[in-house]
């Protein structure tokens, strides 16, 4: 399979998924969506057995120790919706599940990616600009397996979802790519940005962003 972005102005954004799930990873056919308030509580006349297609749907101030449970879980209803989605998890997150005997419960944070024809025309060329934090411009691209219109990840809907639901991995983003996405995301949750360059206070040399991001590492049990 190849992955070509079909605008040609556009630096090649995409690349072929790797064996294992990773940041940057395009998925389609993705449920994503909001969970609304006050929560509307389910619970099936048989445990939380959904497949009996029967269960009793009320208000949380209408349902009877609502949230009670030992580990605090109810079954709620939100508004869904399905769709391509980004996943924003590192790989090293991601795989921690399987580590630590867990894959069975392994879930992983998306965000949806919707077309850009979705927006206002005076927000599209901020969108392809990223300079709108809360999106993430995306080029189109077509493979024999599937294609994106010109579209965008919308970063105020991070959705956390089984892995075991994300079937349909159809791209994934270059390194360069990814490493945009990181760093908008990060201006997105701080409003801070890197700049490319950083001018030592004392010698006033130049030091490039790159020698101060180092790989973090991580001894505490997810």
């Known amino acids: 399979m190849t992955i070509r972005t079909t605008d040609s ?7 072929l998924p790797g064996d294992k799930l990773d940041q940057g990873d395009i998925f389609f056919d993705v449920p994503w969506g909001l ?9 099936c006349p048989h ?5 009996t ?6 208000p949380r101030d209408k349902v009877r120790q609502a949230f009670a449970r030992g580990d605090g879980r109810e079954i709620v209803h939100a508004v869904a919706f399905s769709g391509p989605v980004l996943v924003l998890w590192h790989g090293c997150q991601i795989d921690k599940f399987k580590e630590h005997g867990k894959g069975d419960k392994a879930f992983v944070a998306v965000v949806p990616i919707l077309p850009l024809t979705r927006l206002n025309e005076v927000d599209r060329e901020p969108t392809r600009l990223r300079e709108n934090m809360a999106r993430f411009y995306l080029p189109p691209f077509e493979s ?4 994106l219109p010109e579209s965008y990840a919308d970063l105020r809907h991070i ?9 349909k991995r159809l791209a994934t983003l270059t390194t360069t790519t990814r490493a945009d996405l990181v760093a908008h995301l990060f201006t997105f949750l701080t409003r801070l940005s890197i700049p490319g360059d950083i001018i030592c206070p004392s010698c006033g ?7 101060i991001l180092i ?8």
């Open 9 to 15: 102005e556009e630096p090649h954004a995409y690349q």
């Open 35 to 43: 969970v609304q308030s006050p929560p509307v509580i389910c619970r």
């Open 47 to 51: 445990g939380i057995n959904v497949e």
């Open 53 to 58: 297609g029967t269960g009793h749907f009320a």
């Open 144 to 147: 024999a397996e599937g294609s």
């Open 159 to 167: 959705w956390p979802i089984r892995q075991a639901s994300l079937m």
């Open 205 to 211: 040399a130049t030091i490039d962003a790159d020698a």
């Open 215 to 222: 790989p973090a590492s991580e001894n505490a049990e997810s």
